[in-house]
């Protein structure tokens, strides 16, 4: 099986902010684990060959206008860009907040065309909702650059606020942009059904199951339930999309584990008695690796 994980992250002690650090803290305490300060590409790239993944899609966030950053948004994306240039199982996002208005925009751009990124991830947690009108000449260039783009949505970290992660705040964007490719990341947990339903009136939308892993070890009948419903609204399995939130989740089920439980996933018999559908093999493949590829490597499959 081939495995693309669409949702990874690299940073380093020196590029966050002492407030994201603080949040590190505070969220390693409620898990009971080492904080985690750092998480450099060597770490994924060793995580990536245990588990058998052949690319990744690190997604980097733009916290510059809350926080207090140590690289300017410029340095950031270029920290970024380097990071993976050498290594074709490797893409970056530009990750950009949609209030920097025309530095913001001449950032998309020279992101895309000038370092190579691959797609924009944002974060309205940080504290906008995504469907401002004033963002829309942002979606008219991602469409124009025929870029993806990944929205953080649901469960966010201490310093955040989780209002602006709704799935329902990215409806007018699909609606109005029909042309522009949008990612629900986390399928919206815990407004799963929201972000289904986005999904499912917006073919433009997908959703991507990062960070599922921690139902997937402690209550996995939420995982096939969100499946079930997915495959009702005909969003499973065309548009959803696996990932890992790498090395957020590796304390919950680590990296090589979350890809062999997802790979062999099946709906257990309590689901196929109430008429459910059993999950396929190619089903998988579409989802572990035919999604992304197609949207974030341009493969025409
Ligand atoms: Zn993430």
Not at 48 to 57: F, G, H, L, Y
Not at 64 to 88: F, I, R, Y
Not at 122 to 142: H, I, K, Q, S, V
């Amino acid at each position: 099986m081939r495995v693309i994980d669409a949702h990874v992250h690299t940073w380093s002690r020196e590029i966050i902010s002492k407030k994201d650090l603080d949040a590190r803290r505070i969220s390693a305490k409620s898990s009971g684990i080492q904080p985690q300060l750092d998480s450099p590409v060597t770490n994924l790239v060793t995580a990536m060959k245990r588990a058998q993944i052949e690319r990744a899609v690190i997604l980097p966030i733009d916290s510059g206008l809350n926080q207090d950053m140590p690289l300017s948004l410029q340095e950031k994306t270029d920290w970024h860009a380097d990071e993976v240039k050498d290594d074709d199982s490797l893409i970056s996002f530009v990750g950009l907040d949609p209030r920097r208005g025309k530095e913001g925009l001449e950032e998309l751009e020279r992101a895309v065309r000038v370092k190579n990124c691959k797609g924009w991830k944002m974060y309205p947690p940080n504290g906008f909702y995504p469907d401002n009108e004033d963002f829309f000449p942002y979606y008219e260039l991602a469409a124009e650059l025929n870029i993806p783009i990944v929205i953080h949505q649901g469960f966010t970290s201490r310093f955040k606020h989780v209002k602006y992660a709704r799935p329902v705040y990215v409806d007018k964007i699909a609606a109005e942009f029909p042309q522009l490719k949008i990612v629900l990341a986390h399928v919206g947990m815990p407004w799963v059904s929201e972000a289904l339903m986005v999904s499912a009136k917006n073919p433009n939308v997908s959703v991507d199951i990062s960070g599922w892993q921690i139902f997937a070890s402690k209550t996995p009948h939420k995982l096939y339930e969100m499946i079930a419903e997915a495959k009702l609204w005909h969003v499973f399995p065309n548009r959803v999309i696996w990932g890992s939130d790498f090395p957020l989740f590796e304390y919950a089920m680590r990296l090589e584990k979350w890809v062999k439980y997802f790979a062999n996933l099946k709906m257990p018999d309590s689901f196929l008695d109430r008429g459910y559908q059993q999950i396929t093999s190619e089903e998988i493949e579409i989802v572990m690796w035919k999604n992304a590829a197609r949207l974030f490597f341009g493969e025409n499959i």
